[in-house]
């Protein structure tokens, strides 16, 4: 079983970034696509998006492309979300994931959640 720890959430203003990231342990994150997933209040958790194993794809949902992007340490065990640009709208829960299989954007894959991290973006 494979452990996910969140960090590097915060609350800061409309324009300013954030990197949040996802430490595993235990089995690891090793052979298999990472993704990034939100949740706000009263909405349904949102895929945001995803990096495969060795880094060549990467998949973002329409509202946060050119904005957003993932990236992975393998060394570290470590996968990142770089947030550019942040707008009210990205406040949320964020939650990484680890996928079943080397890539795939099918949410149904993903499993092994950690417990998330917040993020407040103020206009």
């Known amino acids: 079983q494979v452990q996910l720890v969140e960090s590097g959430g915060g609350l800061v203003q409309a324009g300013e970034s954030l990197r949040l990231s996802c430490a595993a342990s235990?089995?690891?994150?090793?052979?298999?696509?990472m993704g990034w997933f939100r949740q706000a209040p009263g909405k349904e958790r949102e895929f945001v998006g995803a990096?495969?194993?060795?880094?060549?794809?990467?998949y973002y949902t329409n509202s946060v492309k050119g904005r957003f992007t993932i990236s992975r340490d393998y060394a570290k065990n470590t996968v990142y979300l770089q947030m550019n640009s942040l707008k009210p709208e990205d406040t949320a829960v964020y939650y990484c994931?680890?996928?079943?299989?080397?890539?795939?954007?099918?949410?149904?894959?993903?499993?092994?959640w950690g417990q998330g991290t917040q993020v407040t973006v103020s206009s």
């Open positions: 235990g089995r690891t994150s090793s052979g298999y696509a």
């Open positions: 990096i495969s194993w060795s880094g060549g794809n990467t």
């Open positions: 994931a680890r996928a079943n299989k080397h890539w795939t954007i099918n949410r149904r894959d993903f499993g092994s």
